[in-house]
């Protein structure tokens, strides 16, 4: 399945100001896969080095950690000749061994001829750095996100569907009603399957949502155990408290993150802890408040108001234990929860396109997503389906001017009124 990280990993290799190259990310989004991939296209042999299956190479890098030593010895390890330039040497689960996250300074200081990349999880959370040296400044770093909407269609071969909805995106006209049709089949599903690659590749070849639902349920199993693994004693409970309540709260009218839902009597300084450590692990994404939409929106971000998504569409309607057909067939059951699945959706959109999202409010009106876009600022209005009536937005508009706005939702492409209307299934193109 194809993965658009190679955009970037080709022009990594190429680069003479490369460096050690950290791909972090969430378990399960495909970082090994897509690494080993890129080095069986692009090199003449991949040195692949597991620290969870082989848990004694850590000796080695207790030892030494000076290429020099290193290299001799991993090649020895991979039955292989690590040669410059030539061979990919892939450190994955890295963040188990502190010493080869701290061994890509001096590759990078000493031996820069050698094409390195380490993948791990939870980085943010499994590494002492007070203990270890992180090799800031001598890394690149790059985040992978699980599968966008356009990925999950490049993985049914759709690419004349794409190719289609990028032509109608460019030139603000409809698409051709049957097309319209197949292509919001396609994001209906995709709202249930989500984007984990083995989710994604298991439903192009059986095209079953019980087993589907069966690996996100793995998945989140997985999740639950990195909270006890990776946490401290007394934040374990909290952790799974907030991952617990983010359903309920995406259940509400106003999505906005409250305390007060975990438990009763709730506040922000118990609870902190436990959401950065989410973030940091990549479950969950959070999105700020603005109280002025001007750049840049950073400083005018309200740190005490935001609102929380989980960072996979599909295991959002696993935790919340949706029936597939409820999604595809638009039960009215789900009336109270579409809003929330919806914004959901889009923040992983967002996301995967690198954004650093946020949303206005003000006196009641309510804008879902406000982004810095080619150096304008642009608001997103989401329905979840083809409801037109934005109240929010023309506040927004009538406040700001802004040059254009974006409204998201079932109806098909069009421009009208300073407001560009873009279906849902296309939200991969902002």
């Known amino acids: 399945m194809y993965r658009k990280i190679m955009n970037y990993l080709i022009p990594w290799k190429q680069s003479k100001y490369r460096r050690p190259l950290i791909i972090q990310g969430a378990r399960q989004v495909g970082k090994t896969y897509s690494i080993l991939e890129f080095g069986r296209d692009n090199y003449e042999n991949v040195a692949y080095f597991n620290f969870e299956t082989n848990p004694s190479l850590n000796k080695t890098f207790d030892e030494n950690i000076d290429p020099k030593y290193l290299i001799p010895i991993l090649s020895r390890i991979a039955s ?14 890295v963040q188990l061994c502190e010493r080869a996250l701290t061994s890509l300074k001096y590759f990078c200081e000493n031996a820069p001829e050698y094409h390195i990349i380490a993948a791990g999880s939870l980085l943010g959370v499994a590494v002492n750095r007070e203990k270890f ?100 004693d007394n934040e374990i409970k909290k952790t799974h408290l907030v991952y617990d309540n983010i359903t309920v709260q995406l ?41 002025d939409a001007r750049r840049p929106l950073e400083n005018y971000r309200d740190i005490d108001s935001f609102k929380i998504y989980v960072a996979d569409i599909g295991l959002l309607c696993a935790k919340k234990e949706i029936i597939a057909e409820d999604v595809l067939y638009l039960s009215k059951e ?26 206005w409010s ?48 079932t109806k098909n492409f069009g421009f009208e009124n300073g407001i560009k209307s873009i279906p849902l299934y296309a939200a991969f193109l902002i």
Not at 274 to 279: D, G, Q, T
Not at 366 to 372: R, S
Request: one cysteine or more.
């Open 251 to 291: 259940s509400k009218k106003n999505t906005r993150f409250q305390y007060k839902l975990i438990k009763t009597g709730a506040r922000a300084s118990e609870f902190e802890n436990a959401i950065e450590w989410l973030i940091l692990s990549g479950i969950i994404n959070r999105v700020y408040c603005v109280e």
């Open 133 to 232: 040296s992180f090799p800031v400044g001598k890394v690149d770093m790059k985040t992978i996100y699980p599968m966008d909407i356009e990925e999950f269609l490049l993985a049914f071969g759709e690419n004349d569907l794409i190719d289609n909805i990028k032509n109608c995106f460019d030139n603000n006209t409809p698409m051709p009603s049957a097309l319209h049709e197949i292509a919001l089949k396609y994001y209906r599903e995709y709202l249930v399957v989500g984007g984990m690659p083995d989710c994604v590749k298991k439903y192009t070849e059986t095209k079953d949502f019980i087993l589907i639902r069966h690996n996100q349920n793995m998945i989140l199993s997985s999740y639950l155990s990195d909270m006890s693994k990776y946490n401290s």
């Open 362 to 409: 003000d006196k009641g009106a309510e804008v879902d997503f406000v982004i810095q876009r080619q150096g304008k600022i642009i608001p997103i209005e989401v329905k979840s389906a083809d409801n037109t009536t934005a109240k929010s937005l023309s506040i927004y508009i009538n406040k700001y001017k802004p040059e254009y706005a974006i409204k998201l939702s």
């Open 80 to 93: 292989q000749t690590i040669i410059p330039e030539k061979t990919l040497i892939v450190f994955d689960e």
């Open 334 to 359: 789900l009336d109270d929860f579409k809003g929330g699945m919806v914004e959901n959706y889009v923040s992983c959109q967002l996301i995967s396109n690198e954004y650093k999202g946020y949303y």
